[in-house]
Structures are given as structure tokens and as C-alpha cells.
């Protein structure tokens, strides 16, 4: 307090008001010394904390993106046997979890139409055999 008894705040009608950053500084200069100490520990605990979740977030991310290098490369290696494959993986990611579905396949309405061309060729043959 001043010597009028009033707190040291600033006034709502001040010229720059007050950010986020004065308030916390403000704050932390006001802390004793048991009070800072609490403080200083629980913000280095929270530094460590978010760097090992860095650090893991790093490495699913590098394993991610290798064993999806691995999943192109074992399709590529079917697609060059022929052949219909699927391949479904799913993959922990930094961000969390990603599938991924890979598949070759003829189309199955080409296998339709060739029977139905294979009957009616057998059809057509009949129709000849029994005109004679």
C-alpha cells in the first residue's frame, strides 16, 4: 500500500492496460520465498513432462512413418506378384492413430460378364447342335 492506503494497481482508465504476462509477473514477484520455490519446482516439472512427451511423440512418429515405408514396399512387392491382396494396418502415430487399407482386386463384374459370355457361347453352340 502507498502512503494514502491505496493498493499499487493500476487504474481502469490507464494508457496501456494490463496483459496476460504483466499479470503473471506481477503475480510470481509477489510470491515469498517458500511460495517461489513450490512454484520453480512444479514449472521444472512441467518441462521435463513436455519434453519426454516430445521425445515420444518424436519416436511414434519415426517408427510410424517406417513401418508405412514397409507397408509400400510389401505392396509394391504383391502388386509385381499379381494377384489380388488386402492389407490392412494400423499405425500409432504422434498424433494418434492412423489405418490404412490397401487392396488389389479384379473387379468382380468382369468375372460376371465373362460367365455370362461363357453361357451364352454354350447357349449359342446348343441352339446350332439342335437346328441340324
Same mark, same amino acid.
Given at each position: !500500500?502507498?502512503?494514502?492506503?491505496?493498493?499499487?494497481?493500476?487504474?481502469?482508465?490507464?494508457?496501456?492496460?494490463?496483459? @496476460?504476462?504483466?499479470? /503473471?509477473?506481477?503475480?510470481?514477484?509477489?510470491?515469498? #520465498?517458500?511460495?517461489?520455490?513450490?512454484?520453480?519446482?512444479?514449472?521444472? =516439472? #512441467?518441462?521435463?513432462?513436455?519434453?519426454?512427451?516430445?521425445? !515420444?511423440? #518424436?519416436?511414434?512418429?519415426?517408427?510410424?512413418?517406417?513401418? !508405412?515405408?514397409?507397408?509400400?514396399?510389401? @505392396?509394391?512387392?504383391?502388386?509385381?506378384?499379381?494377384?489380388?491382396?488386402?492389407?490392412?494396418?494400423?499405425? =500409432?502415430?504422434?498424433?494418434?492413430?492412423?489405418?490404412? #487399407?490397401?487392396?488389389?482386386?479384379?473387379?468382380?463384374?468382369?468375372?460376371?460378364?465373362?460367365?455370362?459370355?461363357? !453361357?451364352?457361347?454354350?447357349? /449359342?453352340? /446348343?441352339?446350332?447342335?439342335? @437346328?441340324?
Amino acid at each position: !500500500m502507498d502512503k494514502d492506503g491505496e493498493e499499487l494497481a493500476p487504474k481502469k482508465g490507464t494508457l496501456f492496460p494490463l496483459t @496476460a504476462d504483466d499479470i /503473471l509477473d506481477n503475480a510470481l514477484q509477489n510470491l515469498d #520465498e517458500r511460495q517461489a520455490r513450490d512454484v520453480t519446482k512444479k514449472a521444472a =516439472e #512441467e518441462v521435463v513432462r513436455v519434453a519426454v512427451e516430445k521425445r !515420444m511423440s #518424436e519416436h511414434r512418429s519415426g517408427a510410424a512413418q517406417a513401418e !508405412m515405408q514397409n507397408l509400400i514396399n510389401n @505392396a509394391n512387392l504383391l502388386d509385381r506378384r499379381g494377384g489380388d491382396y488386402k492389407i490392412n494396418s494400423t499405425f =500409432e502415430t504422434a498424433s494418434g492413430t492412423t489405418s490404412v #487399407e490397401i487392396r488389389k482386386s479384379k473387379p468382380t463384374w468382369t468375372i460376371a460378364v465373362a460367365l455370362i459370355a461363357g !453361357m451364352l457361347a454354350v447357349l /449359342l453352340v /446348343l441352339v446350332i447342335l439342335s @437346328a441340324r
